[in-house]
């Protein structure tokens, strides 16, 4: 199985009526800024997907941390969000997901 097949497969769904872009969030259960973020998302109806890193298997947030450094060249925090494979937000920055979601519509 490669790396964006365990993705897909461990990943949760959130519907929203927003699914203009392909959204992915990587996130701790017990991270403050993370339960901001889904709530963020949430609040606009943007549809994504989560993984909560620390309710996973060791191995399995290992391959995934490994793959998200090579593929993406940014430090990992949390929360830490993939926009159509191509755009990142490290942390909750809120004027940054507006950006993205903006550039997402047009």
Do not use: H
Not at 2 to 21: C, F, H, M, S, Y
Request: aromatic letters at 12%; glycine letters at 4%; proline letters at 3%.
């Amino acid at each position: 199985m490669t790396t964006e097949e365990l993705i897909d497969n461990l990943a949760i769904p959130v519907d929203g009526e927003k699914d203009q872009r392909e959204i992915i969030i990587f996130t701790l259960s017990t991270c403050m800024w993370c339960k901001k973020c889904k709530r963020w998302l949430n609040e606009r109806n943007i549809k994504y997907r989560y993984i909560d890193m620390d309710q996973i298997q060791y191995s399995q947030k290992s391959e995934i941390l490994g793959y998200l450094q090579r593929n993406y060249q940014q430090r990992i925090s949390y929360p830490y969000m993939v926009c159509d494979k191509r755009d990142i937000v490290v942390g909750y920055n809120p004027d940054k997901y507006e950006e993205i979601m903006k550039e997402g519509s047009e």
